[in-house]
T-cell receptor
């Protein structure tokens, strides 16, 4: 079945450091890939997405490129802020045999940014 | 702003006492989902509605039911909550069920079972 593997956290960084959170996936067909962010006590917010190979999603300084050859969708940001502290979920949707798609999440990576 | 709204944000119930969680959307999306998220875990899909068509995940306990009286509203009913049902419950919507359709989440309802 479909699966998403993320690096385990917490990832602890100082403000203005470079961030990479690794994400790899296994899926049949051609999945769409997403990064969601969850702040403490809140629901999930879509951070960025990519729907086909070599697409780059970007938002709020975060970027991720859909790499089909390495089945990866790593999240990067050049300079993190304290306000980026949250849990980040990598996810995919891929068509099921039943004809519809549902989200498969990774386990989440907690990011802690200190001043 | 178009959005997904969940009420209440926090719900406390007693063991075995039925509880209903509410979700509404102003996005006019066809699909509404309910997820359960336990502490430090990824969200787990319970079921979804495509319009009025209900789709239950195979491992969703019978204790969990859902209703969608119209496009805008969807309810999660827990008939006899157990201690293991304490979790954050997330509602989400998407325009359709294609793989490229984005799911938009509400802020969640945190359920405590005493």
């Amino acid at each position: 079945g479909d699966s998403v593997t993320q690096m385990e956290g917490p990832v602890t960084l100082s403000e203005e450091a470079f961030l990479t959170i690794n994400c790899t996936y296994t899926a049949t067909g051609y999945p769409s890939l997403f990064w969601y962010v969850q702040y403490p006590g809140e629901g999930l917010q879509l951070l960025l997405k990519a729907t086909k190979a070599d697409d780059k999603g970007s938002n709020k300084g975060f970027e991720a490129t859909y790499r089909k050859e390495t089945t990866s969708f790593h999240l990067e940001k050049g300079s993190v802020q304290v306000s980026d502290s949250a849990v980040y979920f990598c996810a995919l949707t891929a068509p099921r045999g039943s004809g519809y798609s549902t989200l498969t999440f990774g386990k989440g990576t907690m990011l802690l940014v200190s001043p | 702003d178009a959005m997904v709204i969940q009420n209440p944000r926090y719900q406390v119930t007693q063991f075995g006492k039925p509880v209903t969680l509410s979700c509404s959307q102003t996005l006019n999306h066809n699909v509404m989902y309910w997820y359960q998220q336990k502490s430090s875990q990824a969200p787990k899909l319970l079921f979804h509605y495509y319009d009025k068509d209900f789709n239950n995940e195979a491992d969703t306990p019978d204790n969990f039911q859902s209703r969608r009286p119209n496009t805008s509203f969807c309810f999660l009913d827990i008939r006899s909550p157990g201690l293991g049902d304490a979790a954050m419950y997330l509602c989400a919507t998407s325009r359709d069920l294609e793989s490229w359709d984005t799911q938009y989440f509400g802020p969640g309802t945190r359920l405590t079972v005493l």
